[in-house]
Structures are given as C-alpha cells and as structure tokens.
C-alpha cells in the first residue's frame, strides 16, 4: 500500500495550492479519502474528507468555502484545491486512507505547506 503526496511548497498569503495523493496497493474506490494536518506542536487534524462511493465531502470549519477535495477514482488520486491560504494552515498535510469498516486506515508521508510572506 502507497499513499504519496505532492503538491507541497511555501506560498504567500491569499494563495493557492493543490495537493495531490496517488494511491497504489488497495481498492481505492472502497475506501474513504481524507487530507488531515498537523502544524508544529500541534496535534493532527482532520481537514476534508471525501467518500468512496457518493464522493459527497465534508470540511472542518477552518477551511470550508476556501478549500475544495476531490478524487478520481479511475487515477486513484485525490486532490485537495487550497484558496485564500492563511499563515494558519501552515502545517504538514497528509492523506489517508479508509475502509467502510473503519479496520483498515493508511497514511501518505505527508507534504510540507508554508503560507509565508
């Protein structure tokens, strides 16, 4: 199983980004994806989710109306469109990986953001 992410770097303030995740090894279609992130000294939060089979999504409050997941479930990919970046959402993101039954959860290595002018 693989979860690799791309799309990280350094933007200033009102920015954007788009943070990709490939995945390999499982059936990506049965599985809930979601991008979580964790700032330094921080504990690990979950930012957007997506679901396997409606794809319906769901935000955290910090980010909803300027962050936007998506998925391709024929590429095994799902994307997260970052807008109107703030210094807040400084922070390590990383993808994950969920079965329905919640037993089998995976996690990407995880991709440097830094909103900084």
């Known amino acids: 199983v693989q979860l690799v992410e791309s799309g990280g770097g350094l933007v200033q303030p009102g920015g954007s980004l788009r943070l990709s995740c490939a995945a390999s090894g499982f059936t990506f279609s049965s599985y809930a994806m979601s991008w979580y992130r964790q700032a330094p000294g921080k504990v690990r939060e979950l930012v957007a989710t997506?679901?396997?089979?409606?794809?319906?999504?769901n935000y955290a409050d910090s980010v909803k109306g300027r962050f936007t997941i998506s998925r391709d479930n024929a590429k095994n990919t799902v994307d997260l469109q970052m807008n109107s970046l703030k210094p807040g959402d400084t922070a390590v993101y990383y993808c994950?990986?969920?079965?329905?039954?919640?037993?089998?959860?995976?996690w990407g290595q995880g991709t440097q953001v830094t909103v900084s002018s």
């Open positions: 994950n990986a969920q079965s329905l039954s919640g037993y089998w959860r995976y």
């Open positions: 997506i679901t396997s089979v409606a794809g319906s999504p």
